[in-house]
């Protein structure tokens, strides 16, 4: 069931870009054009609990349909936005984005779920970031609960006390906090304690290895005991197979978030699924 509303490949468009090649330049100049030609969407990507198997949430991922490559990866083209600065104007058409269809999403009934957002380094290092935030809240009228911010744990280690101040100004607001892609920043739970945090997803490389390697499984494992000492909510990206899915269950990972259960879909997709099921009120 869920594993085949899942099911829609696509293909990206990854060339190996370096600098300065006219491959490049050439994606570089139409990514500057790309938000008034109106050729991002983005796709939400479910995360369940592991127990039901019920949504717990949503993660927003942003898509370009590029006229000529067709659609190409963000691993791509998000470098080459935060490099050029282009990353602010489209991260905000991003919030924007997530938090008027998840408002649309609530308003036609369905039951209310956190979605979330990534937040690029210069994104999160943007003086007027909350300025930014309250009024897309405000003009939008989503509940700041319902806003879920990703940062990546090397965004928040980079610079500790700066992290700290922009966190509990953001958790003033009411909005929920996550650490993203947890594991490969190679910081440490305590030196993350300090910081006002809901939530931490464990990176999805630790995930591909947990199942072959013993050493991946114990550490995942306390992250998972600390992380909860700690008070935080714990999920695990890029669960493919059902023997990782099993390990989780074992060690009482929460949430889930991967191909096993859900790809990342489009807006009609997701709103089908919400209505197919336990999920409308
Ligand atoms: P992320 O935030 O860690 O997002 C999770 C990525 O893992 C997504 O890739 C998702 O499609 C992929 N994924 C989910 N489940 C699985 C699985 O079971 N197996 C595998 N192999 N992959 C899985 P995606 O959409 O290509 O995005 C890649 C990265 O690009 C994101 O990693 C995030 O760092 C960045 N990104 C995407 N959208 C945005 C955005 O709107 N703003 C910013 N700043 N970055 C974004
Ligand atoms: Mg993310
Ligand atoms: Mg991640
Ligand atoms: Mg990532």
Not at 40 to 65: H, S
């Amino acid at each position: 069931h869920a594993k085949d509303a899942g099911r829609n490949n696509y293909q990206f468009y990854t060339p190996s870009l370096s600098k300065r090649t006219p491959a490049f330049l050439t994606l570089e100049k139409s990514l500057r054009y790309a938000l008034e030609r109106e050729e991002f969407m983005l796709y939400y990507q479910p995360r369940v609990n592991i127990i039901t198997g019920e949504i717990t949430g949503m993660e927003a991922l942003l898509r370009w349909q590029h006229p000529e490559m067709g659609l190409v990866a963000p691993n791509i083209f998000i470098p080459l936005a935060e490099e050029s600065g282009l990353i602010v104007p489209i991260g905000e058409w991003v919030i924007r984005t997530a938090c008027k269809q998840n408002k649309a999403w609530q308003d036609a009934g369905f039951p209310p779920l956190t979605v979330a957002v990534n937040l690029s380094p210069k994104q999160f290092r943007q003086p007027n970031l909350v300025d930014t935030l309250t009024s897309i809240l405000q003009e939008t009228g989503l509940d700041p609960k319902f806003l879920d911010l990703e940062i990546t744990e090397s965004t928040a280690i980079e610079d500790l006390d700066f992290t700290r101040t922009v966190l509990y100004n953001l958790r003033q607001m009411g909005v929920y906090l996550s650490i993203d892609d947890f594991g490969t920043g190679h910081s440490s739970l305590s030196r993350l304690q300090q910081l006002p945090l809901h939530h931490l997803k464990i990176d999805k490389s630790f995930i591909q290895d947990l199942t072959t390697d013993q050493k991946v499984a114990h550490i995942v494992k306390a992250i998972v005991v600390l992380g909860q000492s700690l008070g935080l909510k714990l999920t695990a990206e890029g669960v493919e197979k059902q023997e990782e899915l099993d390990f989780l269950k074992s060690i009482n990972c929460e949430d889930v978030q991967g191909y096993l259960f859900y790809r990342p879909l489009a807006v009609q997709k997701i709103t089908e699924l919400l209505q197919k099921g336990q999920l409308k009120k």
